[in-house]
Nanobody, 126 residues
Framework: QRQVVESGGDSVQAGGSLRLSCVVS????????MSWFRQAPGKEREGVAA????????IYADSVKGRFTISQDDDKNTVYLEMDNVQSNDTAMYYC???????????????????WGQGTQVTVSS
């Protein structure tokens, strides 16, 4: 059973920065994608960013482009989400998911991924 564990959530002021981490167990081949999703109270879970294991190709939701950066450390099986200039509407539970096998926008869909972490809370105050 593959395990996915997120960490790094916290309370932060608007305009600040935060880095989330996600450790996934087991082997990840070069075609696998890892991703970050978020879910605010009363809203559907939405894809934030995803990264391909081999080559590091990444994709972002329009709402976070230019502010969030997804990266990975292959040796540690770890995926990061660097969040800069956070805003109040970034407040949500953030989930890591993977591995998924996809292309384009499909890599930001919940149905692409089978393994999910428990989530880490990010709260942005103004």
């Amino acid at each position: 059973q593959r395990q996915v564990v997120e960490s790094g959530g916290d309370s932060v002021q608007a305009g600040g920065s935060l880095r989330l981490s996600c450790v996934v167990s087991g082997y990840l081949d070069g075609t696998a994608w890892m991703s970050w999703f978020r879910q605010a109270p009363g809203k559907e879970r939405e894809g934030v960013a995803a990264i391909r294991r081999g080559g590091g190709t990444s994709i972002y939701a329009d709402s976070v482009k230019g502010r969030f950066t997804i990266s990975q450390d292959d040796d540690k099986n770890t995926v990061y989400l660097e969040m800069d200039n956070v805003q109040s509407n970034d407040t949500a539970m953030y989930y890591c998911a993977g591995p998924g096998y996809c292309a384009g926008d499909y890599c930001l869909r919940t149905t692409t991924y089978h393994y999910w972490g428990q989530g880490t809370q990010v709260t942005v105050s103004s």
